[in-house]
């Protein structure tokens, strides 16, 4: 299983990437019909979304594992 910290450092990269994706997603819907422009916007925005939250949830782990301490790792 991947750290906390990698996860949080691949989850900030997509949303770096993600974010930087919606100038150009207008450039390449903008010839589609407005309902699917509109859908196309919609779905990236909810995305953006989720990935946030999910970045808040992995920030909040690794508060409370530094608060903590590391939590026990399993026996081999």
Do not use: N, Y
């Amino acid at each position: 299983m991947l750290s906390v910290d990698i996860r949080i450092a691949r989850l900030q990269d997509t949303l770096r990437h993600l974010e930087e994706d919606v100038p150009l997603l207008a450039m390449r819907v903008r010839d589609l019909p407005a309902e699917r422009q509109t859908s196309a916007t919609q779905f990236a925005a909810s995305l953006i979304g989720r990935v946030r939250i999910e970045l808040e949830k992995l920030l909040q782990e690794r508060t409370v594992f530094s608060e903590d301490g590391d939590p026990c790792e399993p026996a081999d």
